[in-house]
């Protein structure tokens, strides 16, 4: 009786967590969010804005999932994201390789800033909620 005690118990220690799966996420960054503008720098300090004419369109939800819908790796992405403090990191699988990104993230006058962590210039993105 006491092997199937400890059978039981091994069992549970190893049912870890899914990787792909987060915990339940409410905060202002849920819902759907369009690329207004940009900050895009190839060498030179940029102090205003791009605008950007049908952005692409970020839709965080509840449960840590994401879609984006610029198409890259052949399709709309759905992944998973995270926060922590200001920091976004978004994971998504391109065929069979993992990709993490992490943004600086902000929110301003009502707006998304997202900047990529460890950009040397300026590179940074406006996002404005939907409704």
């Not at 049912?15 to 792909?20: A, I, V």
């Not at 409410?26 to 940029?46: F, R």
């Not at 993490?100 to 900047?115: D, Q």
Request: overall charge negative; charged content about 20%; proline content about 2%.
């Amino acid at each position: 009786m006491k092997q199937l005690t400890y059978v039981f118990v091994l069992f549970l220690l190893s049912c870890g967590k899914d990787e792909d799966t987060l915990p339940l996420i409410t905060n202002e960054l849920l819902g759907k969010w369009q690329l207004e503008a940009t900050k895009i720098s190839p060498g030179d300090i940029v102090e205003n804005w791009t605008t950007v004419m049908n952005g692409p369109i970020f839709e965080f939800k509840a449960n840590g999932s994401y879609t984006h819908n610029e198409k890259a790796c052949g399709g709309i992405v759905n992944g998973i994201y995270s926060t922590n403090e200001s920091v976004l990191t978004l994971r998504y699988h391109c065929g069979n390789n993992a990709i993490e990104t992490n943004f600086n993230m902000s929110f301003a006058e009502g707006r998304l800033i997202l900047s990529n962590v460890g950009c040397i210039e300026e590179c940074s993105y406006k996002y404005r909620k939907m409704e």
